[in-house]
């Protein structure tokens, strides 16, 4: 059984950072192309950082280039999001995604975490 389980989400002021961890088990993420999306209420979901299963190319959406940083730690089978100067349009429902050999940029994938909240107050 596959499980992705994100942590690290919460309530913040303006300017702060947050790291979001999603920790995978019952796959290694090296095969994998991992990804962090957030949704909005109201909103689609969207892909804001990933990086592709070989680990040699990432993305980013252009709200969030130069704020936030993807990584991964492929012996701990973890996915990390450094969020740095939040803004109140950061806030979302943050989960990470998997999709098999897939490239840095995806929508369609195989696996994902249920979420965290992330909240950035004015």
């Known amino acids: 059984q596959v499980q992705l389980v994100e942590s690290g989400g919460g309530l913040v002021q303006a300017g702060d950072s947050l790291t979001l961890s999603c920790a995978v088990s019952?796959?290694?993420?090296?095969?994998?192309?991992m990804g962090w999306f957030r949704q909005a209420p109201g909103k689609e979901g969207e892909l804001v950082a990933g990086?592709?299963?070989?680990?040699?190319?990432?993305y980013y959406a252009d709200s969030v280039k130069g704020r936030f940083t993807i990584s991964r730690d492929s012996a701990k089978n973890t996915v990390y999001l450094r969020m740095n100067s939040l803004k109140p349009e950061d806030t979302a429902i943050y989960y990470c995604?998997?999709?098999?050999?897939?490239?840095?940029?995806?929508?369609?994938?195989?696996?994902r975490g249920q979420g965290t909240q992330v909240s950035v107050s004015s």
């Open positions: 995604a998997a999709r098999k050999y897939g490239g840095a940029y995806y929508r369609d994938h195989d696996y």
């Open positions: 019952g796959r290694t993420i090296s095969t994998y192309a």
């Open positions: 990086i592709s299963w070989s680990g040699d190319s990432r």
